[in-house]
């Protein structure tokens, strides 16, 4: 069973694929769309959960996600026409690094998907080559909540303390106009969720393949949490504009 594959069961019951709350990402899309006209792209977009309540929520808006996975692609296409909103999405399977588009964006999200760009820094310049004058990026990124251990450091890498990440962001050129920071209540739930429904599907195909092997990631994952970086590790989003170009 690939990582995608596994990513994708994991998150069956947290489409969102990242640590925040419901009522967090609502504000997060109201302070990001406040006008309801926007053109929305996410670099990373997974099963386009933050695009497609964008979308359903105002109906003005046009969007487009690009993400590696076609399982998530295809999730996030069948999820958009189920709820009416199939005409304002367009999904691109490539790298989110490597997209180009000549029309810019009022709003570039990408939430959990520094990865994809190596670092919280390289993601804010790849979004900056897509924004409009004026407009905004929606960033989520881990950072160290206290000291990391070294097996934190070897899951996460070169992650910054809360202050220390804001200060390089603003050094780069940005300027937090709003941000949320995932409670404990949330940085679980999506864990517990994560681990959750990976098990239960395990659990549920017995006969399958791929069954011993979810069970195992999902296990190996919930003691990596516990017994790690869950007493650590954080996760900020952040609504930023350009201080100057």
């Known amino acids: 069973m690939n990582r995608e594959t596994i990513s994708h069961l ?9 640590p925040l709350g419901d009522a967090a990402v609502a504000r997060l899309l109201d302070r990001a769309l406040p006008r309801g006209t926007e053109r929305v792209l996410d670099l990373g977009c997974g099963p386009g959960e933050w695009l497609l309540r964008a979308l359903h929520e105002r109906p003005g808006v046009h969007a487009v996600g690009v993400d ?3 399982t998530a692609l295809d999730r996030a296409a069948d999820a958009a026409q189920a709820r009416g909103v199939a005409d304002r999405l367009t999904l ?12 810019p964006y009022d709003l570039v999200l990408s939430i959990g998907a520094c990865h994809a760009f190596g670092g919280l820094l390289p993601t804010l310049d790849a979004a900056r080559g897509h924004l409009a004058p004026g407009g905004h990026v929606l960033v ?4 160290w909540e206290h000291p990391p251990t070294p097996g934190d450091l070897e899951d996460f890498g070169p992650l910054a303390d809360l202050p220390t990440t804001v200060d390089q962001v603003t050094a780069a050129g940005w300027t937090p106009v709003y941000g949320h920071l995932s409670t404990r209540e949330e940085r679980d739930d999506y864990e517990w969720s994560w681990t959750g429904s990976l098990a239960a599907w395990a659990l549920d195909h ?5 069954s011993a092997q979810a069970l195992d990631a999902a296990n190996g994952h919930r003691t990596e949490w516990l017994r790690g970086y869950r007493a650590t590790w954080g996760f900020v989003t952040l609504l930023l504009r350009r201080t100057a170009d």
């Open 206 to 210: 017995p006969g399958h393949p791929g």
């Open 140 to 143: 989520g990124d881990g950072y």
């Open 92 to 103: 691109h399977e490539r790298p989110a690094a490597d997209h180009t588009d000549p029309h």
């Open 68 to 70: 590696v996975s076609r």
């Open 10 to 18: 994991a998150h069956t019951h947290h489409p969102v694929a990242a």
